[in-house]
């Protein structure tokens, strides 16, 4: 198993793209199941050709939840996350649809030392960018990562 980066490790401006996975149906039945959210522009196919965008779009949540499942993906907090801490000036700005793949894009924006907790918290800005290379979701992350062991 690879290891997460500790505080230390993270730099300023340091860069991380995941990578891509695809939005299915699927995807969005589940997660209507397990928030209650049937808002009909998500689940009723003929409603939702009547709406702007023409067809059923993923919940803004389920993306969101997917990210951050693509961001663990990388390994970056495997065995060093403390906590998830924040989540910051997050925007929808477009739809995302079934079939859409999605990756994220992130940069490391602040980090705070936090001794008395044995690590500090890390800022990441992430984009949630399309297959089209358009950004749909933005905002930021804050995390308490433990700090490298003495």
């Known amino acids: 198993?690879?290891?997460g980066l500790?505080?230390?490790?993270?730099?300023?401006?340091q860069r991380?793209?995941?990578v891509g996975r695809t939005i299915t149906e699927t995807d969005v039945v589940n997660f209507a199941a397990l928030s209650g959210d049937y808002n009909r522009i998500h689940t009723d196919a003929a409603y939702a050709a009547t709406t702007p965008f023409?067809?059923?779009?993923?919940?803004g949540l389920c993306v969101s939840a997917i990210?951050?499942?693509?961001?663990?993906?990388?390994?970056?907090m495997e065995g060093t996350v403390l906590a998830f801490?924040?989540?910051n000036e997050w925007k929808f700005s477009r739809p995302?649809?079934?079939?859409?793949?999605?990756?994220?894009?992130?940069?490391?924006?602040?980090?705070?030392?936090?001794p008395r907790l044995k690590g500090g918290a890390v800022t990441i800005k992430l984009d949630v960018v399309n297959q089209k290379g358009e950004v749909c979701q933005t905002g930021r992350w804050t995390m308490l990562m433990?700090?490298?062991p003495k």
């Open 85 to 87: 801490r924040e989540i």
């Open 54 to 59: 023409g067809q059923r779009i993923a919940h």
């Open 16 to 18: 991380l793209e995941t």
């Open 1 to 3: 198993m690879t290891q």
């Open 146 to 148: 433990l700090a490298r």
């Open 67 to 76: 990210a951050s499942g693509l961001m663990v993906r990388t390994n970056i």
């Open 96 to 114: 995302v649809l079934m079939g859409d793949t999605i990756h994220v894009q992130s940069e490391v924006v602040e980090l705070k030392a936090f």
């Open 6 to 13: 500790y505080f230390e490790e993270f730099q300023l401006g």
